[in-house]
C-alpha cells in the first residue's frame, strides 16, 4: 500500500476548494499503474473540517493464474 498525505488549510471563512486530490490521483493510477483505494482523515479542526487526509494506493495483483473461490457456506 502507498499513503500520499494532503494537507488542507484551516480558513475558517469559506471552505476550502480542493482539486489537488484529482492531479495525485490521476499520477499514480495511469503513470504509476496503482489502483485507488480510498482515503482516511488525519487530522480534524475544532469546528470538525477535515484538514488532513491519506490518499490511499495499492499495486494490483500480479495475475497468479489461479483466484481463490470465496469461502461458501451450506
Not at 9 to 23: M, S, T, V, Y
Request: hydrophobic share 30%.
Amino acid at each position: 500500500m502507498e499513503f500520499v498525505r494532503l494537507k488542507y488549510a484551516n480558513n475558517k471563512l469559506i471552505n476550502a476548494d480542493i482539486r489537488e486530490h484529482q492531479d495525485i490521483i490521476n499520477e499514480y493510477v495511469e503513470k504509476k499503474g496503482y489502483e485507488y483505494v480510498g482515503f482516511i482523515p488525519t487530522l480534524f479542526g475544532p469546528s470538525g473540517k477535515m484538514l488532513e487526509i491519506d490518499l490511499i494506493f495499492k499495486k494490483p495483483e500480479e495475475d497468479s493464474g489461479a483466484k481463490s473461490e470465496p469461502n461458501k457456506k451450506s
